[in-house]
């Protein structure tokens, strides 16, 4: 199956910072990237969805101006935590399908665990 | 209600045993069915993906799809102790622009 890579897979910050995720297909061209939040037993959670060069589409619930994403290339998007509260610590995934891959098939990175002290 | 529903478990299988993982959906715009598999702290990994009725095999797992009765089920020969995780199904409905909606998952662990 297709590759997609997350980095940092682990990140502590403080109250108040900001934190960045990078999303990346390491084989394929994302065309669409998504953007998702678990938490301890449950399910995916939808944050937001990102098409290469357009703003993205966030879920009802979701603050854009707290959870910023860009996808500025066919091979990356980041997820941008501003003002980081411990509320917001997290697992987050992102997640891409596009050219060169089946239909709808969508892959997923390994995540990033945010904990926010 | 929700649109996906799925026994969240736990499941405790003896090694060897068959599985029998499934989900009912509520939504006939669901078109394509995929069955994620998501190890604690991993991101879920791909397993199965049909869109139609009937029966997919891939070595140990089969998935088979029911549109008519909106249920969808995934079957595991043989498990492995290396089958424990969290399964997840997903679906897709047409003109989503692809978004899935999961199910809540259902926790596997296979006894050696």
């Known amino acids: 199956g297709a590759v997609v890579s997350q980095h940092p897979s682990w990140v502590i910050c403080k109250s108040g910072t900001s934190v960045k995720i990078e999303c990346r297909s390491l084989?394929?061209?994302?065309?669409?990237m998504f953007w998702y939040r678990q938490f301890p037993k449950q399910s995916l959670m939808l944050m937001a969805t990102s098409n290469e060069g357009s703003k993205a589409t966030y879920e009802q619930g979701v603050e854009k101006d707290k959870f910023l994403i860009n996808h500025a290339s066919l091979t990356l998007s980041t997820l941008t935590v501003t003002s980081a509260h411990p509320e917001d610590s997290s697992f987050y995934i992102c997640?891409?399908?596009?050219?060169?891959?089946?239909?709808?098939?969508?892959?997923f990175g390994p995540g990033t665990r945010l904990t926010v002290t | 209600q929700k649109e996906v529903e799925q026994d969240p478990g736990p499941l405790s299988v003896p090694e060897g045993a068959i599985v029998s993982l499934n989900c009912t959906y509520s939504n006939s715009a669901f078109q394509y069915f995929m069955w994620y598999r998501q190890y604690s702290r991993k991101g879920p990994e791909l397993l199965m993906y049909?869109?139609?009725?009937g029966n997919k095999e891939d070595g140990r797992f089969t998935a088979q799809v029911d549109k008519s009765s909106k249920y969808i089920s995934l079957f595991i020969r043989d498990s492995q102790p290396s089958d424990s995780a969290t399964y997840l199904c997903a679906l897709i409905s047409s003109g989503s622009a692809r978004q899935l909606t999961f199910g809540s998952g259902t926790q596997l662990t296979v006894l050696p």
């Open positions: 049909t869109y139609s009725s």
């Open positions: 997640s891409a399908s596009g050219r060169g891959i089946r239909g709808y098939e969508q892959y």
């Open positions: 084989d394929f061209q994302a065309t669409t």
